[in-house]
């Protein structure tokens, strides 16, 4: 075992002194580029398909790749010749991110000759003296002579930089290559710290009956890297990364979205989610953020709801509150729906709503954040708490008739301080087997556990809801 050992590493000394000695390093930087696809995720993953035309002697040899992501991957790089694929194989790879500073640089100098140079403008006299560096921990130690300097003045000049330290993030690859051809060469690799999110603006007509939508994607690189020119594609759902499903070949099912000349994506189903590519190429910064036109839609039919929500804590013990009053939820709704101007997938982000004052000044009225929403299903969003309607809940009776049934007794009183007439829905959320036995106003079973008072309250009225109910755990 230990003489196969032995020849491996013989042999792999011999391949990188072939290299070496054979041909100079080769090196492929962004000039090369010939195409650029990155496609954005929702958790700071970002996939990026570099594309470069290079030449390369025959033979074996060392590419230094570089300009890639200081946030890479590289366990998730995969390297391939697109015109000449039997030609080219990567025997190995390397990932070098020792990157130089001036501490980096000493480091290495450490026990070496260095010089420093002192110059005094003052005097117009320039002093070179050699010293050798003992160490760079917290201040250099330099010997001059026969003398230990604690620090010296001036600037160290060196006589060049290691060859083990880089200027940048760069792939170092030993490669075998069979044609004197330029390669067009794609590289593929997940990098972190890139993101997108999806930013709404929702603006509300005077009724709030109806609303002008239009979405926005917001992009932030810190990557690490600038992709110049890039066919942009953003996926829309919750990729798991253990699995890896985003780099298998999935077969993609296309539907259009909704006509409009302006559209910047085109949005397309994949897999388990969405995927958003953008129309035209675009170039995206290291440490930018950068926003793009999602979606424009008009006249979007909404609903606004006034909710009052009860607790099913409420009915299995006595309930006593020295403020009864309860909060008035304000809910805005409209349907996902072609036949409502949309119909398109809504990746998740917040919708900030907007309404004109009577001055036809817009002002902020609310933001909601939403899921990702698919085509037919509807938004339900919270915008804030009504200032002139007020409820307060009151617990009548209440009585144990045994360890598992309770009966209690409720007045919700609702009062409208507002020029108009209000609807509002008192919302009960019940316990185990339960049964109203005396209300003073219809409900509705919204599900097993759920009941909900939809209560007309006149402007500048006030309307008491009574109801009895029997729950059982």
């Known amino acids: 075992m230990r003489m196969k050992s032995c020849f491996l590493s013989l042999m792999l000394l011999l391949v990188v002194f072939k290299v070496e000695a054979g041909q100079p390093v080769q090196e492929s930087t962004s000039k090369d580029q010939s195409g650029m696809a990155v496609t954005i995720y929702n958790k700071h993953l970002g996939l990026i398909k570099d594309t470069r035309k290079v030449r390369l002697p025959e033979g074996e040899g060392e590419l230094r790749f570089m300009d890639v992501a200081s946030h890479i991957n590289p366990v998730t790089v995969h390297v391939k010749s697109l015109n000449q694929p039997k030609s080219f194989d990567v025997l190995e790879q390397n990932y070098e991110y020792d990157l130089m500073n001036a501490n980096k640089l000493l480091d290495k100098y450490v026990g070496k000759k260095v010089k420093i140079v002192d110059w005094n403008k003052y005097q117009d006299r ?53 044609t004197k051809e330029t390669h067009d060469l794609e590289i593929s690799y997940l990098t972190n710290n890139i993101h997108w999110r999806a930013d709404y603006v929702l603006i509300l007509n005077e009724n709030d009956t109806a609303a002008d939508l239009s ?4 992009i932030d690189n810190k990557s690490g890297a600038t992709y110049k020119d890039a066919q942009l594609k953003l996926v829309a759902g919750d990729v798991n990364r253990v699995q890896q499903v985003f780099e298998r070949r999935l077969e993609e099912r296309a539907y259009a979205m909704k006509a409009d000349a302006g559209a910047s994506f085109q949005e397309k189903e994949f897999f388990e989610y969405h995927i958003y590519g953008l129309q035209r190429k675009t170039t995206i910064k290291d440490k930018q953020t950068k926003q793009i036109s999602l979606l424009e839609a008009s006249g979007v039919k909404t609903e606004k709801e006034l909710l009052v929500y009860g607790n099913k804590h409420y009915f299995t013990r006595r309930y006593s509150r020295n403020d009864p009053k309860r909060p008035v939820n304000v809910h805005l709704n409209f349907k996902n729906s072609k036949n409502n101007n949309l119909g398109m997938p809504l990746p998740k982000g917040v919708i900030r709503l907007y309404k004109k004052d009577h001055d036809a000044s817009l002002q902020f009225i609310g933001e909601d954040r939403i899921d990702h929403t698919p085509k037919e299903e ?96």
């Not at 979405?215 to 917001?218: D, I």
């Open 378 to 473: 509807e938004v339900k969003l919270k915008i804030g708490k009504a200032f002139d309607v007020v409820a307060e809940r009151r617990q009548v009776d209440y009585k144990k008739i045994s360890s598992g049934l309770h009966e209690s007794s409720w007045e919700i009183t609702l009062r409208n301080h507002k020029g108009s007439d209000v609807v509002v829905g008192v919302v009960e959320p019940l316990y185990g087997n339960w049964s109203v036995i005396k209300n003073s106003h219809p409900y509705k079973k919204k599900d097993a556990f759920t009941i909900r008072f939809d209560v007309k309250v006149p402007k500048n009225g006030e309307v008491k809801v009574n109801y009895r109910v029997k729950v059982g755990l």
């Open 126 to 178: 320039k002093e070179e003296v050699e010293a050798v560096l003992l160490s760079n921990n917290n201040g250099q130690i330099y010997r001059i002579g026969n003398e230990i300097y604690l620090g010296r003045p001036g600037v160290k000049v060196l006589p060049e930089i290691p060859a083990n330290l880089i200027a940048k993030p760069t792939l170092m690859w030993l490669y075998a290559n069979r």
């Open 215 to 218: 979405g926005w994607v917001t």
